[in-house]
Every structure is written in structure tokens, then in C-alpha cells.
């Protein structure tokens, strides 16, 4: 998997890029198949803005934003905001795949009785 930088009007420092390289590598790990992920800082007058892209299996795109005083506020925001929609996307697909297994065996007892 390949992690993006873009800054616009921003310098990214080192431990920012390390920052969110670890996490989002987190992320990735707990999702699965990833294409890629972008990582865009933007630096606004006194706001700092941090966007997180994942580009994800079936063509999936995972975006999040964070706002700031500085990047690491930021940065911690649009981790949150995405770990939130990795947890979702997990948890949908593993429901629906629960009930599907659980509705089989009960029908079939229900054949065996009658």
C-alpha cells in the first residue's frame, strides 16, 4: 500500500508524516485490501486542515476531514472521523453475513421435524 503526501501552503514535518503514516497503516490493517491513501495538510491563515483519503476495495473511497490550531489536533480529528467509518463498514458487512448463516440451520430443522 502506498500513502500519499500532499501539502498546500504547509510544511509536514517528520513526526506529522510518521504520525500519520503509523495510524493510518492501523487503519488499513484493521479494513484489509487498500489501494492507497492520501494524506492532504493544508495550512489556512491561523485554521490547519488535514484530509485522509482511502482508496479501498470495490472502488470504495473512505474521506475524512479534521480542523485545527495546528496538525496534530487536526490529524487527530480525521483519524477519528475514519476509524469510525472503518468500524461501520466492518461491522455492516459482518452482520449481514451472520444472519445469513444463522437463518440456513433453522430452516433446515425445520424440515427434518415436519
Known sequence: MEIIFHAHHAAITPRLRQR???S???IVARL???VDAVVRVEEDGPTRRVE???HAPRGRRLIAHGEGRSF???LTLALGKLGAQVAHAKRTRTSSTARRRVAKPRARRKMLTA
Open 72 to 74: 496534530g489536533p487536526a
Open 52 to 54: 485522509l483519503v482511502i
Open 24 to 26: 493510518i497503516r492501523k
Open 32 to 34: 484489509g485490501r487498500v
Open 20 to 22: 500519520a503514516d503509523t
